[in-house]
């Protein structure tokens, strides 16, 4: 039976005639027997849901925790980043565009348990599942995170925050952090026009949802040139973080390069990056960042009390560190918001296939 080569899904209910709700995501795909949801992960074998995507990674890397980004959670630790194909939006700009448009499934079989075993065999720190979104992965991801918790490994999300609060409050207690990434600061036209997406308003509800269950949060906002870099959405984004998700949460502003159909634009210039880093901070947040820029002043992190460099970057490696054994700064003592301990070793990136 083919259904046998599947996992049933999690968070979906039957309706009439053999159709599913999938509340997964906030697509909420209604989708009829023999049928896949949005994200081409997720079928409907009569009338029950199942996840077509288990288990088949299409990457197993360990990357250093600063390329997802995350900066202020366990500095200096490695991760092992899996993926699988499959995305629920259409970003015409995606950078993984190979994996998440891909409607066939594809990937090496792998379980749970050897994801977790090649985790610890490696000496990574935890598990990031990235390059295509999790969401549309979530019962591996679910499977996982659980195991590799019980073993003494962090888990983090790199998304587009769409997936519904319900999905949130099943991973919340095994998922210790997240990388929100928006684009062109949430304007709802970009979204239309570029990613396929109707209301971006549920990422705000996913970001008070995590906040709520303790799940640590950094922002990546993508400034695209011509299309996506209005300043007015870069002020109204940063207030909306400063007001609700507090201001020492780190802000990432993030290069566009061209990639997949947005080929015509050049990258972002580098002043449109750095008028929107001084909007952010004007509203309020302290820890603001430019990324895919190497060597720019702002891929370090300022102490927000007295403003001296308290850990400076160059890419994804730590330079120095600046910060004394609980997070505080060391000219200062102004408490930094970091979560977890600096891990100055030796980098040592590597892909597993
Ligand atoms: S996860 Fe996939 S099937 Fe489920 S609602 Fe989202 S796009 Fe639809
Ligand atoms: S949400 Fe992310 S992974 Fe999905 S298509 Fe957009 S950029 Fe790509």
Redesign the pocket.
């Known amino acids: 039976m083919l259904k046998n080569k599947f996992r049933e899904?999690m968070?979906?209910k039957p309706l009439e005639n053999k159709k599913v709700l999938?509340?997964?995501?906030?697509?909420?795909?209604v989708?009829p027997n023999g049928m896949?949801?949005?994200?081409?992960?997720?079928k409907n074998i009569e009338g029950k849901?199942y996840s077509i995507v288990y288990g088949k990674l299409t990457s197993m890397n360990i990357d250093p925790i600063e390329k997802k980004p995350l900066f202020h959670f366990h500095p200096g630790s490695e991760v092992m980043s899996i993926s699988t194909v499959?995305c629920?939006f259409r970003c015409v700009f995606c950078c993984n565009w190979v994996l998440s448009q891909e409607k066939e499934v594809m990937g090496k079989s792998t379980t749970p348990e050897e994801v977790v075993k090649y985790t610890l065999s490696y000496g990574a720190n935890g598990i990031s599942y990235t390059y295509n979104e999790p969401?549309?992965f979530?019962e591996f991801a679910y499977d996982t995170a659980k195991l590799a918790k019980k073993q003494g490994l962090f888990n983090t999300f790199v998304t587009n925050g769409?997936?519904t609060v319900e999905a949130i409050d099943e991973i919340a207690p095994y998922l210790d952090a997240a990388t929100v990434d928006f684009k062109a600061s949430g304007d709802p036209w970009f979204h239309r026009k570029f990613m396929a997406v109707g209301d971006i308003s549920p990422v705000f509800d996913t970001l008070l949802e995590m906040k709520r269950k303790g799940i640590f949060i950094e922002i990546t906002d993508l400034i695209v040139p011509k299309y996506g870099d209005k300043m007015e959405y870069v002020k109204k984004l940063a207030k909306w973080v400063v007001e609700n998700l507090g201001p020492e949460t780190p802000f990432h502003l993030i290069r566009f390069f061209p990639s997949y159909m947005l080929t015509n634009l050049p990258s972002t210039p580098i002043e449109t990056l750095e008028k929107a880093a001084k909007i952010a901070k004007e509203e309020g947040l302290q820890y603001v960042y430019i990324g895919n820029a190497p060597g720019h002043p702002l891929e370090s992190t300022y102490c927000p009390s007295c403003g001296k460099i308290i850990i400076q970057r160059y890419g994804f490696e730590i330079l120095k560190w600046n910060l004394t054994e609980d997070n505080r700064c060391k000219y200062c003592k102004a408490k930094i918001n970091i979560k977890g301990v600096f891990k100055p070793k030796y980098r040592s990136w590597l892909s597993l296939f």
């Not at 999938?22 to 795909?29: G, I, K």
């Not at 896949?36 to 997720?42: I, P, S």
């Open positions: 899904a968070l979906w999938c509340y997964l995501c906030y697509r909420r795909c989708i896949l949801g949005v994200c081409y992960t997720r849901l499959g629920n969401t549309v979530f769409y997936m």
